[in-house]
Nanobody, 123 residues
Framework: QVQPVESGGGLVQAGGSLRLSCAAS????????TGWFRQAPGKEREFVAA???????FYTDSVKGRFTISRDNAKITVYLQMNSLKPEDTAVYYC?????????????????WGQGTQVTVSS
């Protein structure tokens, strides 16, 4: 069981940067990957980025070249560095963990979810 808690959201101007953190708590005996998802008002929750225990990373096309996901193995913390932010990045961002091998780009694949952190990008 790896229960994630997000932090780092806030208000930023277009072109600015934010770094989100996803800290795990509880037992980590069944852990394979951490993913970031986001949901804007009136839209479906969408995949943003993910990283596995082996270091493989995945990104949705709209954030490639701007966002970077990384992991601090010592503290079991995952970060999402967001640069060159755009107003369309505005959403509630969630981190989630899964304990089994498999797909990492689908929300239904994850076992534990944080409560979300708001990211607002002004124009």
């Amino acid at each position: 069981q790896v229960q994630p808690v997000e932090s780092g959201g806030g208000l930023v101007q277009a072109g600015g940067s934010l770094r989100l953190s996803c800290a795990a708590s509880g037992r980590t005996t069944n852990y394979y990957a951490t993913g970031w998802f986001r949901q804007a008002p009136g839209k479906e929750r969408e995949f943003v980025a993910a990283i596995t225990t082996g270091g493989a990373t995945f990104y949705t096309d709209s954030v490639k070249g701007r966002f970077t996901i990384s992991r601090d193995n010592a503290k079991i913390t995952v970060y999402l560095q967001m640069n060159s932010l755009k107003p369309e990045d505005t959403a509630v961002y969630y981190c989630a963990t899964k304990g089994t091998l498999g797909r990492v780009t689908t929300a239904a694949s994850y076992n534990y979810w944080g409560q979300g952190t708001q990211v607002t990008v002004s124009s």
